[in-house]
């Protein structure tokens, strides 16, 4: 079966009904759960941890791979990150709003465009 959001082939299985879309297991999760970069909570526990045991969160090697493309570049676009990274965009959001409750990224918004920086 196809995965009426990625187009993905998957078997029979690993589709599930959402609001009329038959999404795969990746697609569904994403539409259950989707990514928050603002969420207050996720950035206090953040900051809780980085007190509580003095040391900086360990990143992902996709986590580490954006830190070091937005640093060397300043601000960078979510699609071109995509094409950098050939990660699926709801999977570059899930990891943006884990850099951003840390609080090593921002969002910004210049000439009507959405850019990524650092914090």
Same mark, same amino acid.
């Given at each position: 079966m196809i995965c009426e959001r990625c187009k993905a082939d998957v078997t029979e299985e !690993? +589709?599930? !009904?959402h609001?009329?879309?038959k999404l795969c297991d990746d697609c569904y999760m994403d539409a259950l759960s989707p990514?928050?970069?603002?969420?207050?909570?996720?950035?206090?526990?953040a900051k809780?941890?980085?007190?509580?045991?003095?040391q900086e969160p360990m990143l992902n090697s996709v986590q580490t791979r954006i830190m070091d493309i937005?640093?060397?570049e300043g601000k960078i676009e979510p699609g071109?990150?995509?094409?950098?990274?050939? +990660?699926?965009?709801a999977d570059l959001e899930r !990891?943006?709003?884990?850099l951003r409750h840390m609080e090593m990224i921002r969002g910004a918004? !210049?000439?009507?465009?959405?850019? +990524?920086k650092p914090w």
């Open positions: !690993e +589709i599930h !009904e609001l009329g879309q990514a928050k970069a603002c969420d207050p909570w996720a950035v206090h526990a809780s941890f980085v007190e509580k045991y003095g937005v640093k060397r071109s990150l995509v094409q950098k990274l050939q +990660i699926k965009p !990891e943006l709003a884990t918004l !210049e000439h009507g465009k959405k850019l +990524i």
